[in-house]
């Protein structure tokens, strides 16, 4: 018994022992440090060009409207706001302006997906007054079912009544 208890103790040092000049000694001299060059791939590229087109486009354009109504409020400042959006759409042909109508939760969804309809019909007007053409919008409503508020005080039901204007790349 002795004899196989010195056997298993020898074995566990000469591993050690043989570990430690294979990890420590030996093994560094075959590993030579060698720098890894990647080029970025194609997708990498591609994916950063479109975040920097994205952060170049103009910010969404919000108009507000009073309760039940589809009148555009008269606004000075909304040609200047439209500015950037008909500079956009000189620079790329491809892509359209998104003028969508959105109404509070009060009355029908019928009546609000209507009432929607008609505040993005003549908020697109006017800025075809403004000098862009009409083939480069698309009008579409979404009435109540996308608010950006809540709906349990005036002020929040006053921020969902209203018409978005965006960038629609093609």
Do not use: C
């Not at 001299?29 to 970025?40: H, L």
């Not at 008909?86 to 003028?99: A, C, D, F, I, N």
């Not at 609000?112 to 019909?121: D, K, S, T, V, W």
């Amino acid at each position: 018994m002795k004899i196989i208890g010195l056997g298993v103790l020898a074995f566990v040092i000469w591993s050690v022992f043989s570990s430690w000049v294979f990890n420590d000694k030996l093994l560094p001299v075959f590993r030579k440090k060698t720098p890894v060059v990647t080029a970025p791939d194609n997708e990498t590229r591609v994916a950063d060009s479109l975040a920097q087109l994205k952060a170049s486009m103009p910010k969404d354009l919000l108009i507000y409207f009073d309760f039940d109504r589809s009148k555009l409020k008269t606004d000075p400042q909304l040609a200047g706001s439209i500015t950037p959006f008909r500079s956009w759409l000189e620079k790329y042909p491809g892509s359209k302006l998104l003028v969508t109508g959105h109404t509070d939760l009060v009355g029908t969804p019928e009546y609000n997906m209507q009432l929607g309809l008609e505040r993005a019909r003549i908020v697109a007007n006017h800025i075809q007054t403004l000098g862009i053409n009409g083939n480069r919008i698309i009008v579409e409503s979404a009435g109540e079912t996308k608010p950006i508020a809540g709906y349990i005080t005036e002020e929040n039901r006053a921020k969902n009544r209203r018409t978005e204007i965006t960038i629609k790349m093609q």
